[in-house]
Antibody, heavy 124, light 107 residues
Framework: QVQLVESGGGVVQPGRSLRLSCAASGFTFSNYGIHWVRQAPGKGLEWVAL????????YYADSVKDRFTISRDNSKNTLYLQMNSLRAEDTAVYYC?????????????????WGQGTLVTVSS | DIQMTQSPSSLSASVGDRVTIICQASQDISDYLNWYQQKPGKAPKLLIY???NLEIGVPSRFSGSGSGTDFTFTISSLQPEDIATYYCQQYDNLPLTFGGGTKVEIK
């Protein structure tokens, strides 16, 4: 079955960096685009970034553009999110999520598989 | 960006009641609308995709309808295990955007 397992969260000071990982299994990782979605404590869901199946195309929310970098290693079935210049407002649970591969629009498909999330806390 | 306006932000209903949540998009998104359920401390779960298609394994008391800019999510008979926050989400364009959520409680 599809499994997505995030890691790398923790407490970090403002301005510092952190790298999240998402280990995937149970499907052909190199066939799918993967997203990061975050949720601040007590708040709603916010899309963060998307990387295409082969890593060629990357898209970001304006709130993280030029600070965060999404990448993937298809040989390791792993997704990454490099987060630089972290701010207090980046504090959130970060989820990696995979689509269901059908009923797609030109840019995405329904997000049917989610990891358990990893908490990032930006605080001095 | 496409704004998703969801209402109400919270509701309280009795077991067995019919519950309806509304989601309005700021522009036409065709049928590219999903509904998710999120329980405290858990990841979101896809319930309805493409506005009206029930995800495999999801009880038939959940349903969705609508197209264009106006969408509806319904629980036909509220059960205790349905206590959660529900989100709509458009996937017509990037950035993907979510509604603000509806917290459903038992009266």
């Amino acid at each position: 079955q599809v499994q997505l397992v995030e890691s790398g969260g923790g407490v970090v000071q403002p301005g510092r960096s952190l790298r999240l990982s998402c280990a995937a299994s149970g499907f052909t990782f190199s066939n799918y685009g993967i997203h990061w979605v975050r949720q601040a404590p007590g708040k709603g869901l916010e899309w963060v970034a998307l990387i295409s199946f082969d890593g060629t195309n990357k898209y970001y929310a304006d709130s993280v553009k030029d600070r965060f970098t999404i990448s993937r290693d298809n040989s390791k079935n792993t997704l990454y999110l490099q987060m630089n210049s972290l701010r207090a407002e980046d504090t959130a649970v970060y989820y990696c999520t995979k689509d269901i591969g059908s009923y797609c629009s030109p840019i995405s498909c329904p997000l049917g598989y989610w990891g358990q999330g990893t908490l990032v806390t930006v605080s001095s | 960006d496409i704004q998703m306006t969801q209402s109400p932000s919270s509701l309280s209903a009795s077991v067995g009641d019919r519950v309806t949540i509304i989601c309005q998009a700021s522009q036409d998104i065709s049928d590219y609308l999903n509904w998710y359920q999120q329980k405290p401390g858990k990841a979101p779960k896809l319930l309805i995709y493409d506005a009206s298609n029930l995800e495999i394994g999801v009880p038939s008391r959940f349903s969705g309808s609508g197209s264009g800019t106006d969408f509806t999510f319904t629980i036909s008979s509220l059960q205790p295990e349905d206590i959660a926050t529900y989100y709509c989400q458009q996937y017509d364009n990037l950035p993907l955007t979510f509604g603000g959520g509806t917290k459903v409680e038992i009266k």
